[in-house]
Nanobody, 123 residues
Framework: QVHLVESGGGLVQPGGSLRLSCAAS????????MGWYRQAPGKERELVAR???????NYADSVKGRFTISRDNAKNTTYLEMNSLKPEDTGVYYC?????????????????WGQGTQVTVSA
């Protein structure tokens, strides 16, 4: 079993910054992609950013140039630095990790989610 623990959400004024963290722990052989989704009230969950072990990243067009995703492979942790925040960035942010387990000689992938952290951008 793997647990993802998120932190760093909160209330911030437009133009402000927040930094989210997500740490994975448990039975982990390796982690492939890690990333963040968000869900605003009344909207579908959308991908915000993701990062793979080599450091390649992908971002939603709406956050490019404002958000930066990074990871510390030794700590199984990913970070989302959010700058120039806008009211439309408000939502619950969920981190995920694509984890590879090793059972004997078998490698088994599985996807895990954090519990979500609220980000509110408001004056």
């Amino acid at each position: 079993q793997v647990h993802l623990v998120e932190s760093g959400g909160g209330l911030v004024q437009p133009g402000g910054s927040l930094r989210l963290s997500c740490a994975a722990s448990g039975s982990i052989f390796s982690i492939n992609a890690m990333g963040w989704y968000r869900q605003a009230p009344g909207k579908e969950r959308e991908l915000v950013a993701r990062i793979i072990p080599g450091g390649s990243t992908n971002y939603a067009d709406s956050v490019k140039g404002r958000f930066t995703i990074s990871r510390d492979n030794a700590k199984n942790t990913t970070y989302l630095e959010m700058n120039s925040l806008k009211p439309e960035d408000t939502g619950v942010y969920y981190c995920y990790a694509s984890v590879l387990h090793m059972y004997g000689s078998n490698y088994v992938p599985n996807l895990y989610w954090g519990q979500g952290t609220q980000v509110t951008v408001s004056a």
